[in-house]
């Protein structure tokens, strides 16, 4: 196999795992599962269960509803990047401008769909559908390093089965199962940093011209599945705290050329609280989340046809890609005003560390980050609701370093967020 399959073999395994870090980790992981958790920056989600999309954080939650319970919606995630101050040099050493670029954003919607179903007093089980991430990053057609832009769109959707058991009037346990299926479509060109047209440099160096499709993956999906744990602690109506750890598969992605990439995403562990303060119409709440991504240290890339192994690779075909990636945290915290019997305020706080720490990406831009939000409930009846949920996410600077493809880019990178959530929720 010549540099140019080299080249594109690289490159994809990049892409992938970018586009998957871009919603699981720090970067835009969906912490967006539900329009109520949304308007208190999921600050103590894992416990407060005032509907059925609890079931996205932690099962043990559904011991604490005493009748069947209906929740959808979906949110929407519009991402503000900026691109900035790139230092661009090519394969044969020019150096072609790159210009400032504040569009590769773009808006996607994830639905939620849950329903718990209490079966007695001590039993509860539960369904669950929504997505882990649904992002995307798309530079302009003419973007002159577009080897390192290109297109990112990646969209995931998690199908949950549940169960609860309560011990006693303080302790409650709970487990589910998680089929999980992720697609994937990437895109890059040779950018201005590469020749006019293919040059083959003696003995067999291949380098392609202007243009040339570097990678054009399309729809490479996966299933896996995964479990979540969790229990739950009453110290009495007003009181009580929630702990789930959620365990994440090695992924498997395939695309239509037999190509495999081989991803170990992170473990999640979240601890919740909620407090109704006494004699008043005010509650405070507040969670920290732990995902695990000091595990992702390569992605394994193989051909499933042996004859087309890559140069450098093993007689298998395969080819590892190392990271150095660090933990990732949330810290949130929250308050709920119940303003009258129709409305429900809500406001939260987040603080959101980065994954990334040595490596960094124009593509998916990720830093440490704010989130500021606010939400309602407004009751139609005794047996119906609305919630409505905005997050604004504020990240910071991030200079970035990129020589994956044989020409090098350096860059400043900055990427905001805006979040809105609807959902509607019912009990029977």
Known sequence: MNKTRLFKQSLLAVTISLATQQAVAAGFQLNAQSATGLGRAFAGDAVIADNASVLARNPAAMALFDETSLSLGFETITTLIDVKDVQYTGVLGNTPSVEDTDDVGSTSVAPNLYLIVPVNEQFAWGLSAYSNFGTKTEFSDNYAASEYGGLTDVKSINFGLSGSYRLNKQW???????????????????????????????????????GTSLLDVDKADGWEVGFNLGTVYELDENNRFGLSYRYSPDFEAKDDEGQKITLPLPDIAEFSGFHKIKDTKFAVHYSVQWIGWSDF????????????????ATSNGSYDKSYNWQDGWHYSLGGTYYLNKDWTLRAGYMYDTSAQDEKASISVPDSDRQWVSAGFTYKIDDKSNVDFGATYLMGKDVDVEENDSGTTLTATTHADAILLGLQYSRTF
């Open 172 to 210: 409650s346990f709970g487990a589910g199962l998680d089929l999980i299926y992720a697609q994937g479509t990437m895109k890059r060109v040779a950018g201005e940093g590469f020749p006019p047209s293919t040059v083959v440099v003696p003995p067999a160096t291949v380098i392609p011209g202007q």
């Open 297 to 312: 240290d390569k992605i394994e890339f193989r051909n499933l046809d042996s004859s087309r192994s890559a140069v450098g």
